[in-house]
């Protein structure tokens, strides 16, 4: 069955700090890659997203992630965090044109100011 | 343009009781979706429709109905809750499946005592 994972379930930084998170799927096929996040109390909104041509996409508020077929892997990245980017991420994959997201637990990240 | 709307934001049931929860999209989007969120279990897809009068089960359609009669409307139903249900609901609409971005709607939050 197709599945995303998420490596990381818990994340604390200080602001400026880089982030990583991963995010890995498991379908050899095409895909469609998604970023969203949560903020606290919030419905969830779509960060970025991959459909096609650059690996390598920018979102909102300074998020960045990069395709790697090879690896199925989608990971999320910012050089430096700020204490608003405190949320919940998660990685979802659309794969097989079966009209659903594969979602991922998500990975809840904390910046300390 | 309103997006996707929730109602009720809030409610508490006893066990045994029914409720509707109401999504509405303004956008014309064709597909929508029904989640339930608990936390560190990232989101469960209950119910999906693909248009007016096409529904079809996610991962955890058990205890819940849905119906879709127009294209903005897509109600969740609770018949006997139970305490099982407690969680946050969201709702989402697509375009399409082909870039299958989700918009969502701001949730709601049940409890059932």
């Known amino acids: 069955a197709q599945s995303v994972s998420q490596h990381n379930h818990h994340v604390i930084l200080s602001e400026a700090a880089s982030l990583e998170l991963g995010c890995n799927y498991s379908y050899g096929g095409t895909v469609n890659l998604f970023w969203y996040v949560q903020y606290p109390g919030q419905h969830l909104q779509l960060l970025l997203k991959?459909?096609?041509?650059d690996p390598l996409v920018k979102g909102i508020k300074g998020f960045e992630a990069e395709f790697i077929k090879s690896k199925f892997s989608f990971n999320l990245r910012k050089p430096s965090v700020q204490w608003s980017d405190t949320a919940e991420y998660f990685c979802?994959?659309?794969?097989?044109?079966?009209?659903?997201?594969?979602w991922g637990l998500g990975t809840s990240l904390a910046v300390n100011p | 343009n309103a997006g996707v709307t929730q109602t009720p934001k809030f409610r508490i049931l006893k066990i045994g009781q029914s409720m509707t929860l109401q999504c509405a999209q303004d956008?014309?989007?064709?597909?929508m979706y029904w989640y339930r969120q608990d936390p560190g279990m990232g989101l469960k897809l209950i119910y999906y429709s693909v248009g007016a009068g096409i529904t079809d089960k996610g991962e955890v359609p058990n205890g819940y109905n849905v119906s879709r009669s127009t294209t903005e409307d897509f109600p969740l139903r609770l018949e006997l809750a139970a305490p099982s249900q407690t969680s946050v609901y969201f709702c989402?609409?697509?375009?399409?499946?082909?870039?299958?971005?989700?918009?969502f709607g701001a949730g709601t939050r049940l409890s059932v005592l």
């Open positions: 989402a609409s697509s375009y399409s499946t082909a870039k299958n971005i989700q918009y």
């Open positions: 956008m014309n989007h064709n597909y």
């Open positions: 991959y459909f096609s041509g």
């Open positions: 979802a994959v659309d794969a097989g044109n079966n009209r659903k997201l594969i």
